[in-house]
């Protein structure tokens, strides 16, 4: 009976140590990041040409866009580096965004530069980190 139940616990903990990793540990998504990706780069462009022609509208619509990006990608896994990382560049890019966004209602043009200067410089340390 005592030996019964000790091969009982010995099965059940094997299954767990196996399965646990398969459970725990999330893949990474390269279509749903490159789809996000696409999108981000969409806007950036029509981003850029909006602040260019002063037109604070779309620009805080093409910043709202990115802000829906950066918080989708809270869901992936990043293909290597720390997702800590991953998930603070995302969120500060959610941030820098609605600040954007402020900058437009109050027609701020220098400001919102500041803030799209701001996206970029995020774009950039998550593409040197998990690119
Ligand atoms: C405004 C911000 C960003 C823009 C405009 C942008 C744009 C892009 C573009 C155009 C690609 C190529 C997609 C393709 O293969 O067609 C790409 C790839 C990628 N980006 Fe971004 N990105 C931004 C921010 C970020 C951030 C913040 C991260 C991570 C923290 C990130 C991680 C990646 C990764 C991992 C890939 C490679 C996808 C793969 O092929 O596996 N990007 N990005």
Known sequence: MKSKMVLVAAVTLALLVGLAPAAFS???DR????????????ALGALNQAVKAGDFYTAALKLMDLAVGAKAMLAIQPP?????DWDRINNDIVLASFRGIGACGTQ??????????AVLALNKEGHTKFR
């Open 80 to 84: 290597k580096g720390v997702k800590a």
């Open 26 to 28: 999330q893949q990474y």
């Open 31 to 42: 279509d749903a990041t490159v789809k996000i990706m696409r999108a981000n780069g969409a």
């Open 108 to 117: 701020n043009l220098e400001a919102l530069k500041a803030e799209v200067a």
